[in-house]
């Protein structure tokens, strides 16, 4: 039965007074959140240029999230909870269904006979404390910054362990420090070490448990954001981030422009100065012979620009990699979201060397009369990659098309079709589909 704000409000009083609980103890119930997320799921990916069956996989995830309030007082004390669950419905191959429950591991995890798993759940807790306009937390964290930057493209969310700090003192300034240990992804119930796109994973033991990271967001005027982060992956790289973002109110339309600028280096194990450990390396291309061989040495940096008029957006970009390695990002092998502006559904496009144009454009049927139903495309053409030979290229092709039911009985709920096409000259040919249904419930 739904409750009014005056009803529950009442309730919650009620509940206190029975149970004797302190009015501090009362604040902490009265603003918390509860909701129930739903999510199905399906992807199709078939990589074109190997042999094998197509990889289909298809699951309905639940996700319950409760927030707490603050206690009442100076310092105020609460408590977020999460618990996950996803549960198979098909995976597999199509020929015959014969391989109909194995797969890539890209949804499910896979058992050691190779199948996947029927099922697989989490659960997360992230003790907080806040004092004047700071906030600490620990435990589970999901941040979207730019050192790190959890990825939600399959069933359930990537999550992190670790500590973090967000202060709001100064006007118009957000400061943020922190520390993750462990990483638990979108497709696993384990938690792992950190590690990044050559070294192996975790699997092999190149990982680390210790990415420190701090930084800060300035408006500088209500359409101007200047950013700085810095990032420490321990043994593996150090990593400075300068950003920008700007929305300019032209007489017609707008026009937002978005610059960053990434420079990252070896650290620890990773380093030629010190020895270098057995797999402790990244990704990239180094000469023939080379000590420097598996060392980060890369910087990126990326521009923007996007015009926005009545519903339509188009845009234009460009990046570009320059350094002995492929840019370093967290990295599991299980998927990743790198804060890049080629963050595409296949490829990231962060090799060595490599030249990237982006175009998009993006409509919302809003203006035309369909409130719901937005659609947008985006290609991406990334070339001079250093590698040996000649002539490395890749391009991928990305289509979006979403809609949520504005009204009625299934209010709320969300339609999404995301189709991608990605070609390559070193057998990176994949086509891919997704299928994705998303509803939530306030339960508080």
């Known amino acids: ?133 700071t906030v600490a937390q620990v435990g589970t964290l999901m941040p979207k910054l730019p050192v790190v930057n959890y990825g939600d493209g399959r069933l359930l969310p990537q999550m992190f362990q670790g500590a973090q700090v967000t202060s709001k003192e100064i006007k118009n300034l957000t400061l943020i420090a922190g520390k993750i240990e462990h990483s638990t992804e979108r497709n696993s119930s384990n938690s792992d070490g950190l590690s990044i796109a050559g070294a192996g994973g975790p699997d092999e033991g190149r990982a680390s448990n210790k990415l420190y990271y701090a930084g800060a967001d300035y408006k500088v005027t209500d359409d101007l954001l200047l950013q700085y982060y810095y990032g420490n992956l321990r ?71 996007t015009y926005a008029l009545a519903g339509h957006e188009l845009s234009a970009g460009y990046q570009k990699v320059n350094g002995s390695s492929d840019h370093p990002y967290i990295n599991q092998g299980n998927g990743s979201s790198p804060y890049l502006l080629t963050n595409a559904q296949l490829g ?21 009369g369909l409130p719901g139903l937005k659609a947008g495309v985006t290609y991406y053409s990334g070339d001079s990659i250093d590698a040996a030979g000649n002539d490395h290229k890749e391009w991928e092709r990305d289509f979006r098309l979403d809609y949520a039911v504005q009204s009625g ?36």
């Open 235 to 305: 043994d593996f790289y150090t990593q400075h981030f300068v950003g920008l973002v700007h929305d300019w109110a032209l007489p017609v339309g707008s026009l937002q422009t978005d610059l960053r600028y990434f420079e990252s280096n070896s650290d620890g194990e990773n380093s030629h100065s010190s020895g270098r450990a057995d797999g402790y390396v990244g990704s990239g291309y180094w000469g023939a012979g080379s000590s420097h061989k598996g060392e980060v040495d890369s910087h990126l940096w990326s521009a923007q620009f």
């Open 1 to 133: 039965m739904y409750k009014t704000p005056l009803a529950r409000r009442v309730a919650l009083s009620t509940l206190g007074a029975a149970l004797a609980i302190p009015a501090a103890e009362a604040a902490f119930l009265e603003d918390s959140k509860a909701t129930l997320k739903m999510r199905n799921f399906y992807i199709n990916q078939d990589t074109r240029n190997q042999d094998g069956p197509k990889a289909e996989e298809w699951g309905q995830g639940f996700i319950l999230d409760y927030q707490s309030g603050f206690t009442e007082g100076p310092v105020g004390f609460g408590l977020d909870l999460t618990g996950q669950y996803a549960v198979r419905l098909d995976a597999g191959g199509r020929e015959g269904k014969a391989g109909a429950e194995r797969e890539p591991g890209s949804v499910f995890p896979l058992e050691s006979n190779g199948k996947a798993r029927r099922d697989f759940s989490r659960l997360g807790a992230t003790a907080k404390m806040r004092y004047s306009k």
């Open 348 to 368: 990231k496009f962060v090799n060595a060397g490599e030249s990237t144009w982006v175009a998009s454009y993006a409509y919302d049927f809003a203006k035309a």
């Open 409 to 444: 009985l299934f209010k709320g709920v969300g339609f999404t079709w995301r189709s991608a096409m990605a070609r390559g000259n070193d057998a990176r040919d994949r086509d891919e589909n997704r299928l994705i249904v998303n509803y939530s419930i306030p339960l508080l």
